[in-house]
């Protein structure tokens, strides 16, 4: 079909990850002249078809820059909330072609789908409009040139939101990523371990800790967590179209994070979002005693009881008549974070399916090869 209506328009191109214990490089175009960005920089590849001649060109070095905290740390406040940094402070270096050529491609879906939103009520109106004529043979016959207007009208409406669907199809990142022997087992069993965990009873993203006061609350905790529910599924972003349903855990106060190989997604909005490097990516795992109020799930163990007014020493306070026990829950707590933000906490019911999970990351981890610069 020639491109009639949009003469702007750009197929994205294709983007082939290669992942392996040295991390992940990526491949866009090809044919002729194909670009490859990796953790050592970027590289041009050039070759003129039938001759078997070839020319490579680096542009960069690669490597990114190394975070350091100067003094002591600040002192900590009374309430301190759990949330990333921003996308843009996110993004890994070694990256940051294939982000732009994410953004890109959904800049350009989102331009296509406001047109769409205009196209195709315009394009069900002037098909209705042909069928009432077509259906009436005095209109048909006697009104023939108005007959041929309606009717090219349309036709043409409907060859706009024909051509803006496959415009659409065609700007979506088709991206093949292949994932080295050494990886793809340590990658599989991950993938295994986040299934048992979507399946716990409860999982909570842990929003922002604050400091109690136990003489004025009467509590024994130290500590209030301020959670929301939420679910982890295996899926794909829409940001690319590859062949790997992936690890995706959702998040109640930024981006949801979808963990490839190779790479975290983390993803605000279509416009919004971050390629980390998963060598970045750290992952903090322990236990936590919680006391538990809104009932304990049937899949978590109970450790201990606290009262609900109590004094220091953890003995109820005699000045509360209603006072009552309440469940402490043996939790599992798992913890994102990266130098450059990343920090996203989250609580879970099962504690031996969150311990198993972050086993299989840290085996996962253990491939990838220690980063070098040169």
């Known amino acids: 079909m020639a491109w009639r209506f949009r003469k702007s328009f750009r197929i994205v191109p294709g983007v082939r ?9 990526a491949t866009i175009g090809g044919g002729a002249l194909s670009l490859n960005v990796g953790a050592n920089g970027a590289a041009v590849n050039a070759n003129l078809p ?10 960069a070095a690669g490597g990114g820059a190394n975070l350091a905290l100067d003094g002591p740390p600040p002192s900590q406040p009374d309430r301190v909330e759990i949330q990333s940094a921003s996308t843009y402070e996110l993004s890994s270096d070694a990256l940051a072609e294939l982000q732009k050529i994410l953004t890109d491609a959904a800049r350009e879906q989102q331009e296509l789908a406001a047109a769409m939103a205009s196209a195709e009520p315009n394009a069900i109106t002037k098909n209705e ?29 409907s060859a706009l939101l024909a051509e803006l669907r496959e415009q659409s199809r065609l700007a ?7 994932v080295s022997d050494v990886l793809r087992r340590p990658f599989g069993r991950l993938c295994d371990a986040f ?9 909570w993203d842990t929003l922002a800790i604050q400091k109690t006061d136990r003489f004025r609350e009467r509590t024994t905790a130290a500590h209030a967590i301020e959670r929301k529910s939420v679910r982890f599924a295996l899926g794909a972003s829409d940001l690319l179209i590859c062949e790997w349903k992936v690890p995706k855990l959702a998040n109640a106060n930024g981006g949801d994070l979808y963990l490839y190989p190779g790479f975290v997604l983390y993803r605000v909005s279509r416009q919004s979002f971050a390629v980390i490097d998963a060598r970045e990516v750290s992952l903090r795992f322990s236990a936590t ?3 538990e109020e809104e009932g304990v799930p049937p899949d978590s163990e109970t450790v201990g009881q606290a009262w609900k007014k109590a004094n220091k020493d953890g003995t109820p306070d005699r000045r509360f008549a209603a006072n009552y026990r309440i ?26 399916a969150a311990e ?3 086993g299989a990351w840290d085996s996962y981890q253990a491939t990838f090869e220690t980063q070098t610069q040169s």
């Open 327 to 352: 469940p402490i829950v043996k939790y599992g707590e798992i913890a994102f974070t990266t130098a450059s933000g990343l920090n996203e906490v989250y609580l879970i019911s099962n504690y031996a």
């Open 172 to 178: 979506l990142v088709a991206t093949h990523i292949d």
């Open 356 to 358: 198993g999970f972050a």
């Open 17 to 25: 990850l290669n992942v392996s214990s040295r991390g992940v490089s």
């Open 289 to 291: 005693r919680f006391i």
């Open 129 to 157: 409009r042909l069928d009432r004529w077509s259906n009436g043979l005095i209109f048909r016959h006697v009104f023939k040139k108005r007959f041929l207007a309606i009717t090219s009208e349309a036709e043409e409406a």
């Open 50 to 59: 039938g001759t078997g001649l070839s020319f490579r060109h680096r542009l």
């Open 195 to 203: 299934s048992r965990l979507a399946e716990c009873s409860k999982i």
